[in-house]
């Protein structure tokens, strides 16, 4: 490992001794003798490293909480793309694998970007679940190395929890606000209503949108990741030339298929290869612009009726938020915030480099569970599925990104 986690030669009594030290430290008042170091008023500030490794990102971020307001003091995201290139897929034990090679450095990177050292951290927050779970465990197991080596807290954060707090991260958005989670391995509305609290409004019921984009990507022979490589061959494309169904809008509610879209495109490349040969470059800009077409009018009238839902419940927090890596897309963008404008919400999206996959927002997540009182122990486990809302049936099928939540 590169990652020096002794304490200084100054730290003296052990764990406990650090923990208070650190906790001290964050404080600008100190508390007096007997106080718990958890007591919310004296908060001030908070400086959280967190780490996200559930599936083919090594992330480490040091997020701070000042007076109410988030900063990223640093944001690391190392890819894995090129290991997994040849495979057409994430590969879980090459993943794995490298997440436990690179996550010393990413810390180590994180830490060094933002200016502070260990001994300037209050706390470890790492993606405990849902994903991959050889990467999960290796960024649990290297935040618990940290945490017992530093006597810091330990949070356990749900990847998707991190995800869908992402708008309190960039925008301080209050509670609640509703949400659609939409990446490579999930999809779906939820409310919003506290850190900890939060309810499946609908979902997909096969393939993630990002698992679409990907699988269509690898059928036109694009690479991988699929979906910024689909967005830039649409652009040059017409969406009018493929008629690609649009699942479930005949049925009521907000759930979601997008698998019948893959088959749907493999059947239209199919016939153009039987008919002229091969694919030319405006056939597949023309199938990417008929399939991405496809998938933003699915988001956005599966969107319109779960704004219809959330307003019927919460007719004075108007706010519309994605996140996801899907997000990033700027058509889908443009088609929900159409239709915010038109229904009179606010619309959030974040920032591209938080739509997808990073360790700032679970920093931020964490930061977030701790003034709600929330620690975890060395007992903390890496869960392959976790889904956000408890009390919603459990969804269907398992992508290649990880089981779904
Ligand atoms: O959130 P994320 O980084 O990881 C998961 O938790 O899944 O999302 C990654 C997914 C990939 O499937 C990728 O193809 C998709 O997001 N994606 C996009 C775009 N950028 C990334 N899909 C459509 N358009 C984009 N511009
Ligand atoms: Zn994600």
Request: aromatic share 4%; hydrophobic share 45%; net charge neutral.
């Amino acid at each position: 490992g590169h990652l020096r986690l002794a304490a200084g030669s100054e730290a003296g009594s052990g764990a406990w001794g650090q923990y208070r030290r650190d906790c001290l430290n964050a404080w600008p008042v100190l508390p007096a003798i007997g106080h718990a170091c958890n007591d919310r008023a004296m908060i001030k500030t908070l400086t959280f490293l967190g780490l996200e490794s559930s599936c083919d990102d090594t992330a480490a971020a040091v997020v701070r909480l000042v007076d109410g307001r988030a900063q990223i003091l640093s944001s690391v995201v190392e890819g894995q793309t090129v290991l997994h290139a040849a495979f057409g897929g994430v590969v879980p034990e090459i993943a794995a694998r490298a997440h436990a090679e690179k996550l010393d450095l990413c810390v180590e990177l994180a830490l060094d970007q933002a200016g502070v050292g260990l001994s300037g951290i209050d706390g470890v927050a790492v993606t405990a679940g849902p994903g991959l779970i050889g990467g999960v465990l290796s960024g649990v197991m290297c935040a618990k190395a940290i945490a017992a080596a530093r006597g810091l807290p330990l949070i356990g954060v749900n990847h998707l929890a991190g995800h869908a707090l992402t708008p309190r991260l960039t925008d301080g958005l209050t509670f609640p606000y509703l949400m659609l989670l939409v990446s490579g391995g999930h999809c779906q509305f939820l409310t919003v209503r506290g850190a900890d609290d939060f309810s499946r409004l609908g979902g997909t019921i096969d393939d993630a949108p990002g698992e679409a984009f990907d699988k269509t990507a690898k059928l036109l022979g694009l690479g991988q990741p699929g979906g910024p490589l689909v967005e830039v061959a649409a652009r040059k494309g017409d969406p009018r030339r493929f008629a690609f169904p649009r699942p479930l809008l005949d049925r009521p509610g907000c759930d979601m298929s997008f698998s019948g879209l893959k088959t749907a495109l493999l059947r239209a490349r199919d016939g153009l290869v039987a008919a002229q040969g091969g694919l030319t470059e405006p056939d597949r800009a023309d199938l990417c612009a008929g399939f991405q077409a496809a998938v933003a009018a699915v988001l956005a009238e599966k969107s319109r009726r779960a704004i219809e839902v959330y307003l019927a419940e919460n007719p004075d927090a108007p706010a519309f938020a994605v996140a996801g890596g899907v997000a990033a897309n700027q058509a889908i963008g443009a088609a929900l915030a159409d239709l915010c404008d038109r229904a009179g919400l606010r619309f959030l999206a974040p920032p591209l480099s938080l739509c997808t996959d990073n360790a700032a927002m679970i920093a931020w997540a964490g930061i977030e569970l701790f003034q709600l009182g929330r620690r975890d122990d060395m007992t903390l486990a890496a869960r392959p599925r976790w889904p956000l809302d408890q009390t919603a049936p459990a969804m269907l099928g398992s992508g290649k990104k990880g089981a779904k939540a």
